[in-house]
Nanobody, 116 residues
Framework: QVQLVESGGGLVQAGGSLRLSCVVS????????MGWFRQAPGKEREFVAH????????YYADSMKGRFTISRDNAKNTVYLHIDSLKPEDTAVYYC?????????WGQGTQVTVSS
């Protein structure tokens, strides 16, 4: 059974940084694309970043370019999202996903709260 577990969220002051992690169990990440979405209170879930299976190709939502960095360590079955210069509007639950053999799997999310 495939499971994705995010961690690394928390309360941080504006201007700070965070690194979110998403560990996949039950299946190797090799050849699996992965990425992140987020959902702010009262808003729809929005795309943040995507990485192909090797990490050699990544792309971001236009509004996320510059402060968000996705990376992965397939040996650890883990994908990361580094966020710099956090803003209060980054407050959201961050979800990772994995596309494994064309089936989507989601984590339960990790809360990021940015105080001004």
């Amino acid at each position: 059974q495939v499971q994705l577990v995010e961690s690394g969220g928390g309360l941080v002051q504006a201007g700070g940084s965070l690194r979110l992690s998403c560990v996949v169990s039950g299946r190797t990440l090799t050849y699996s694309d992965m990425g992140w979405f987020r959902q702010a209170p009262g808003k729809e879930r929005e795309f943040v970043a995507h990485s192909n299976w090797s990490g050699g190709s990544t792309y971001y939502a236009d509004s996320m370019k510059g402060r968000f960095t996705i990376s992965r360590d397939n040996a650890k079955n883990t994908v990361y999202l580094h966020i710099d210069s956090l803003k209060p509007e980054d407050t959201a639950v961050y979800y990772c996903y994995a596309d494994i053999n064309h089936q989507m799997y989601w984590g339960q999310g990790t809360q990021v709260t940015v105080s001004s």
